[in-house]
């Protein structure tokens, strides 16, 4: 699976979740059709706080859609982390990250180890 883009809109309502959630963190889980991602997906049993946010592994839908996962960093560093790098390999190939003020210039795609991977947002 090779992710080509994003939905304009999914990528708005990633924002929205970032300011209703912050100061914490929030995670979900992302998923793609024909290379778009396109939907997303809160599990139950996520925990949020300021410095870090974890899912239950064990919640995971089975798909072979799930192109990776979002989540925020509410002091706007738009890098990954260690544990982010730990985290990707469990959740997919593309990982995107928002940052405060969770706006279009606020947001990067990661694929799994940490690289920087562009991809455009669809209309």
Request: charged share 20%.
């Amino acid at each position: 699976m090779t992710i080509h883009g994003i939905k304009g809109e999914l990528l708005d309502l990633l924002f929205q979740m970032g300011r209703d959630a912050h100061p914490n963190e929030f995670v979900a889980i992302l998923k793609e059709n024909k290379g778009v991602i396109d939907e997303v997906n809160l599990l139950p049993g996520t925990v949020t706080g300021e410095s870090s946010a974890s899912l239950l592994f064990d919640m995971m839908p089975l798909s072979t859609h799930i192109a990776g996962s979002c989540h925020s960093h509410p002091n706007g560093m738009l890098l990954p982390s260690d544990a982010d790098v730990r985290f990707f390999p469990r959740t997919g190939r593309y990982h995107i990250i928002i940052g405060y003020p969770y706006n279009n210039t606020n947001w990067r795609c990661f694929t799994v180890d940490g690289q920087l991977c562009k991809i455009d947002v669809i209309a």
